[in-house]
C-alpha cells in the first residue's frame, strides 16, 4: 500500500516548487515533474532530468480558471465552455499565449510564462489536473506548475510514484505519493488556436476526455493529421513515444511471434501460443486506459524478449488507447 503524501510534505513540496527545485506529483492522469512554469532555469532543469528535446512545449497546470486567464492573450468563450465542463480533469487547452510585449500597455503587472516552457511557441497548453493533491499543491505553492509527465522522453508515462522512483530516481529532489492514476493516460490535448476566426478546435493528441465528449460541447473537431498535410509538424506527435523498452508487437487474433517468451495483453482474443504468459486486460475502454500502462510496466520489468497486445477495437471510446498502443509499437 502507498503513503499518501500529508499536508505538512505538500506544504515543503510547495517551498522547494518556489525555491526553483522539481517535485514529482500526482495528477488524475499520469505522474507529472513539475516545477515553477515563471522559472526558466527550474524549467530547463525538468528538459535535462528528462533528457527530453527542447522543440517538445511543456503543460502549465494551475488550480482555477483565473489562473489560466492570466497566463493567456485572450480567453475565449470556447475555453470557458470547456473549462466550466471538463476541469478539473484531464483536458489541456493550447491557447495563445500572453506576451511580454502586449503587457507593456497594461498597468496591471501579469505574470508571463517563459519562452523555455512552451518551446519558443507562441502558445501555451493549459490543464487544471483532478487530482486532490495537484490541486492542493499549486495552491500551496502559489504559481502555475509547468510539468511533463515524470519518466525520461520515449519511456513509458508512471502511474504510480514507484514507477517514478524506477525512472528518474534521486534526480527528482521529491516524490509526492497519490497511489496509482485513476485515469491511466495523459490528457486530450486540444488546440483553440484560430478558433476566433472560425476555424475548428484542433485535436492534437487524443487522451482522458474523447472526442465524442469535446464534439457535445463545441461541435466538430479537427484532427491534427487532416490540418497538418506536410506542414511543420505540431510538437505534440512525437510518433516514438511511451514505449516500454521491451519490444512491443500488436497482435491480431492471438497470433504471436513464434520465436522467444513474451507476455500477451489479452483483450478479446486468446493467444495462438499455449506456453505465453497471458495478462487479461479490462474490457471497457476506460478501465482498460487505466490499467494499461501499470501492466506495461510490469511487462517491461519481467525480462521477457517481448511483449505483444490483442488489439482492442477502434470504436472512438478507444482512440486515446490505440493512439497509445500505435506508438509504442514497434509494428504500429
Ligand atoms: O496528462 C497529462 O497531460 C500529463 C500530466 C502530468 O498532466 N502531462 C503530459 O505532459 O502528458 P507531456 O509533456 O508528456 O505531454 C505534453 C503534450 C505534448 O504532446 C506536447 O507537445 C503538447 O502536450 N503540448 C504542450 N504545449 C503545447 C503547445 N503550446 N502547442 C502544442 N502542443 C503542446
Ligand atoms: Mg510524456
Avoid at 499543491?137 to 519518466?151: D, F, G, M, V
Wanted: net charge neutral; aromatic share 4%.
Amino acid at each position: 500500500m502507498f503513503q499518501p503524501a500529508h499536508p505538512g510534505e505538500i506544504e515543503h513540496a510547495a517551498r522547494l516548487l518556489r525555491a526553483g527545485r522539481l517535485v514529482a506529483f500526482p495528477t488524475e492522469t499520469v505522474y507529472g515533474l513539475g516545477a515553477n512554469a515563471l522559472d526558466a532555469e527550474a524549467v530547463a532543469r525538468i528538459y535535462t532530468v528528462k533528457r527530453r528535446p527542447a522543440t517538445s512545449p511543456l503543460i502549465v497546470h494551475v488550480a482555477s480558471i483565473e489562473m489560466a486567464e492570466s497566463l493567456v492573450a485572450h480567453w475565449p468563450a470556447i475555453a470557458d465552455r470547456l473549462a466550466q465542463k471538463f476541469w478539473p480533469g484531464p483536458l489541456t487547452l493550447v491557447l495563445e499565449k500572453q506576451l511580454e510585449k502586449q503587457l507593456e500597455k497594461q498597468l496591471e503587472k501579469q505574470p508571463v510564462i517563459p519562452d523555455i516552457v512552451t518551446a519558443n511557441l507562441p502558445t501555451v497548453g493549459l490543464r487544471m489536473p483532478a487530482h486532490p493533491i495537484a490541486l492542493t499543491l499549486i495552491r500551496a505553492a502559489h504559481i502555475p506548475l509547468a510539468a511533463p509527465s515524470a519518466n525520461r522522453f520515449t519511456e513509458l508515462s508512471p502511474t504510480t510514484a514507484e514507477h517514478v522512483r524506477r525512472s528518474l530516481g534521486s534526480d527528482v529532489d521529491l516524490i509526492l505519493d497519490g497511489g496509482p492514476c485513476k485515469v491511466g493516460i495523459e490528457s486530450t490535448v486540444l488546440s483553440l488556436v484560430g478558433t476566433l476566426a472560425e476555424s475548428r478546435p484542433i485535436l492534437l493528441r487524443p487522451g482522458g476526455i474523447s472526442r465524442t465528449e469535446l464534439e457535445a460541447i463545441v461541435g466538430p473537431v479537427a484532427s491534427a493529421q487532416e490540418v497538418q498535410a506536410g506542414a511543420h509538424p505540431s510538437p505534440g506527435l512525437h510518433p516514438r513515444h511511451y514505449s516500454p523498452r521491451t519490444t512491443l508487437y500488436l497482435a491480431k487474433n492471438g497470433k504471436l511471434p513464434d520465436q522467444g517468451q513474451g507476455i500477451y495483453l489479452q483483450h478479446a482474443s486468446p493467444p495462438k501460443r499455449p506456453d505465453i504468459k497471458t495478462i487479461q486486460m479490462p474490457t471497457a475502454a476506460a478501465d482498460y486506459a487505466a490499467a494499461l500502462y501499470e501492466k506495461l510496466h510490469e511487462a517491461d520489468t519481467a525480462n521477457v524478449d517481448w511483449i505483444a497486445v490483442d488489439l482492442p477495437p477502434t470504436a472512438p471510446e478507444w482512440e486515446a488507447v490505440q493512439d497509445r498502443l500505435r506508438r509504442a509499437a514497434s509494428n504500429g
